[in-house]
C-alpha cells in the first residue's frame, strides 16, 4: 500500500505541476499578447502623429511663402501709386526734367524697399576680375590695356543678391 500511495501522489504532484506550467504558459502568452497589443497601439499612435506633424508643416511652409510674398506686394502698392501720380502729372508737363526728377525718386523709393526686404546690387564690378560665381559673361572685347584682361569691362545687366544667396548674375562683358 506504501508504494500504491506514493505513485498516487507522485502522480498528483505531477498533474499539479503540469497544470501550474501550463498556468504558467498560458499567463505568458496573455502577457505577450497584452504587450502586442500595445505596441501596436503606441505604433499607430506614433505614425499618427508624425502623418499630423508632417501635414501640419506642409500648411506652414504654404503659409509662411504666401505670407511672405504678401508682406512684400504690400509694400510695393506704394510705389505703383506713385507711378500713377507721375502718369497723370506728366500730362501736363511740357518740360521732361520734372518728369525724369520724378521717376528718380519712384525708382530711389523702389530701391529702398528692395534693400529692405534684403536684395542687394551688386555694386562696383568695373576693374574687378571676373567671377564666374556671380557673374555672366555676354561677350568678351580687346582690352584697352594688359591689367583689363579677365576683367569686367562693362556691366550691361546688374546682379542681385539675397542674403548670400545670387537671385540674379550680373551680365558683363569682359576684356580679353
Do not use: H, W
Not at 498560458?26 to 501596436?40: G, H, T, V, Y
Not at 594688359?146 to 548674375?169: A, F, P, Q, S, T
Amino acid at each position: 500500500m506504501n508504494l500504491n500511495d506514493e505513485n498516487l501522489n507522485q502522480e498528483m504532484t505531477d498533474t499539479t505541476s503540469s497544470e501550474t506550467v501550463e498556468d504558467q504558459v498560458s499567463s505568458e502568452e496573455n502577457k505577450l499578447e497584452f504587450e502586442i497589443a500595445d505596441l501596436k497601439d503606441k505604433y499607430l499612435r506614433l505614425y499618427s502623429d508624425f502623418e499630423n506633424y508632417r501635414k501640419r508643416t506642409a500648411k506652414e511652409r504654404l503659409d509662411l511663402i504666401s505670407t511672405a510674398s504678401e508682406d512684400v506686394l504690400k509694400d510695393l502698392i506704394p510705389i505703383v501709386d506713385n507711378f500713377e501720380r507721375a502718369f497723370k502729372a506728366s500730362e501736363n508737363e511740357k518740360d521732361g526734367s520734372k518728369v525724369r526728377e520724378g521717376n528718380q525718386l519712384i525708382f530711389q523709393i523702389f530701391l529702398r524697399v528692395l534693400e529692405s526686404k534684403g536684395l542687394k546690387p551688386m555694386t562696383d564690378l568695373v576693374g574687378k576680375p571676373f567671377d564666374a560665381d556671380t557673374q555672366e559673361a555676354i561677350t568678351q572685347i580687346p582690352a584697352s590695356s594688359d591689367k583689363m584682361k579677365g576683367k569686367v569691362v562693362d556691366v550691361i545687366e546688374n546682379g542681385y543678391v539675397l542674403g548670400d544667396k545670387v537671385v540674379r548674375y550680373a551680365k558683363v562683358v569682359t576684356g580679353a
